[in-house]
């Protein structure tokens, strides 16, 4: 039986993973964007229209605007919300406005959507492990110093990493929601740092572009002691789906490795198929030094002392017995996410 199935924000980087996973294992697929008319940004899901006629519909969507997925919700009995926005840290000019407000409000419009639609069964939303940490020194405060789905985010706020905020407490908002009726059930899946290739062909989200000044040389001389829970984009894309087609799924999933990498570590994987291998980094720079100059580019010391040198592992247990998660290697993510990165910088 072929399902039919909606994907909020159809062109970011996690969400066109997921378009195409879904058009590949044969189900319609109705995907919203903002604007039909940004034909850059709608470019790679106008050309799976191509690739899989028939079974993908878009439509236009807004998170702040009440009603705005009704249409392209009709029809549909599984809906993915992963659009949300994702800003790096320099890229934030006021986290109410970019962060907080979208993801607390599309959350409220989607799941509005989803109780005026009779057919829903099953939501699966995008969260991350940023609903469960504000800062890597909060883990240390959790059982056995390991990330577990138990946990919600306290730690962070408009102000401080507005980004955290923003999705745990739109996170906070679905379980609200979900469990004030009992037609649909609502799944979410937790990644860590997602990096990959890049299907959206386009994204500016900040995503692809996580590793970019390192890539471009401006750390050759060295790296601080920090650390990243990363996964593949493919593997939260096969997580929504194994979500959405298990009955039993149910709940919060961690998606990521079980060991951090540092950026060190990362850095000594990209030499072996960067063109310009001596632009990486290849020492660590000692914490006193980091220290003594982070203020200088904008680390405050509060923040120093909660990640630098920080490292936790993450019970992924649930994601891989119950979902069927298979996580590839970090080297095999780290060299598709520079192609793409190459590609999306000759373009």
């Known amino acids: 039986?072929?399902?039919?199935?909606?994907?909020?924000?159809?062109?970011?980087?996690?969400?066109?993973?997921?378009?195409?996973?879904?058009?590949?294992?044969?189900?319609?697929?109705?995907?919203?964007?903002?604007?039909?008319?940004?034909?850059?940004?709608?470019?790679?899901?106008?050309?799976?229209?191509?690739?899989?006629?028939?079974?993908?519909?878009?439509?236009?969507?807004?998170?702040?605007?009440?009603?705005?997925?009704?249409?392209?919700?009709?029809?549909?009995?599984?809906?993915?919300?992963?659009?949300?926005?994702?800003?790096?840290?320099?890229?934030?000019?006021?986290?109410?406005?970019?962060?907080?407000?979208?993801?607390?409000?599309?959350?409220?419009?989607?799941?509005?959507?989803?109780?005026k639609n009779q057919d829903i069964t099953r939501v699966v939303m995008t969260s991350t492990i940023g609903a469960i940490f504000g800062d890597y020194i909060d883990v240390y405060s959790m059982k056995d110093r390991i990330l577990s789905e138990d946990y919600f985010n306290t730690s962070s706020s408009v102000t401080n990493n507005p980004y955290h905020y923003s999705k745990v407490i739109a996170e906070q908002e679905a379980w609200k929601i979900s469990k004030a009726q009992n037609r649909w059930s609502l799944v979410c899946i937790n990644p860590g740092m997602v990096l990959g290739p890049s299907s959206a062909g386009n994204s500016d989200s900040g995503s692809l572009f996580l590793l970019d000044e390192m890539l471009k040389g401006y750390f050759f001389y060295g790296m601080p002691d920090l650390s990243l829970a990363t996964v593949d984009v493919r593997e939260v894309a096969q997580a929504h789906l194994a979500a959405a087609e298990k009955l039993a799924a149910h709940g919060r999933y961690i998606l990521c490795d079980v060991d951090m990498a540092s950026f060190v570590q990362i850095s000594r994987i990209l030499r072996k198929f960067h063109n310009r291998p001596y632009l990486l980094p290849r020492h660590q720079i000692p914490n006193w030094i980091v220290r003594l100059l982070g203020p200088l580019f904008g680390l405050s010391q509060s923040y120093m002392s909660a990640h630098l040198g920080v490292r936790f592992k993450s019970d992924n247990r649930r994601s891989v017995q119950e979902l069927g998660i298979i996580y590839r290697p970090l080297e095999e993510t780290l060299q598709d996410h520079y192609k793409s990165w190459v590609e999306h910088k000759n373009t």
């Open 1 to 115: 039986m072929t399902t039919t199935a909606l994907v909020t924000g159809g062109s970011g980087f996690v969400a066109a993973q997921v378009v195409r996973r879904l058009l590949e294992d044969k189900q319609i697929v109705h995907a919203t964007v903002r604007s039909l008319a940004n034909k850059s940004k709608c470019h790679y899901l106008l050309e799976m229209q191509k690739e899989f006629p028939g079974q993908l519909e878009l439509f236009e969507a807004d998170l702040l605007v009440t009603g705005s997925f009704d249409a392209a919700m009709k029809g549909c009995t599984i809906v993915h919300h992963v659009a949300s926005p994702f800003l790096l840290p320099e890229q934030i000019k006021d986290g109410q406005s970019q962060l907080v407000t979208p993801a607390l409000e599309g959350t409220r419009n989607v799941l509005e959507s989803v109780n």
